[in-house]
Nanobody, 115 residues
C-alpha cells in the first residue's frame, strides 16, 4: 500500500486545515484507515480513523473539532480540522492497517498552530 498525504501547514489558533490521504496498491486488504499524529517529545497517537464496518474512531481531544471523511471512489480519506489549538501542533501521519495487522504509513505532514 502506498499513501500520499497532502495538506497541513501553519494556522493561527481557531483556524482550520484539511488533510488528504490517497491510498494505492493493495487496498483490498485494508481494515482501518486514518490519521495519527506525533508532537515533539510525545508518542505517536491516534487522531481519527475509519474502522471495520465504516465506523469512525476519534481521540477524545479532537472530538467535535475534527471530522474524518472518505471518498471511496478515490481511495482517499480526509481530515477536516476546525477550531485548531496550539496543542494540535504535530506531524500528522496517514495510516493504513491491513487485515493481516501490517501497518503502512504516509510521509507525514506538519501542522503548526500558533497562539
Amino acid at each position: 500500500v502506498q499513501l500520499q498525504a497532502s495538506g497541513g501547514g501553519s494556522v493561527q489558533a481557531g483556524g482550520s486545515l484539511r488533510l488528504s490521504c490517497a491510498a494505492s496498491g493493495s487496498i483490498a486488504g485494508i481494515n482501518t484507515m486514518g490519521w495519527h499524529r506525533q508532537a515533539p517529545g510525545n508518542q505517536r497517537e491516534l487522531v481519527a480513523s475509519f474502522i471495520s464496518g465504516g465506523f469512525t474512531n476519534y481521540a477524545d481531544s479532537v472530538k467535535d473539532r475534527f471530522t474524518i471523511s472518505r471518498d471511496n471512489a478515490k481511495n482517499t480519506v480526509y481530515l477536516q480540522m476546525n477550531s485548531l489549538k496550539p496543542e494540535d501542533t504535530a506531524v500528522y501521519y496517514c495510516n493504513v492497517r491491513q487485515w493481516t495487522g501490517i501497518n503502512f504509513w504516509g510521509q507525514g505532514t506538519l501542522v503548526t498552530v500558533s497562539s
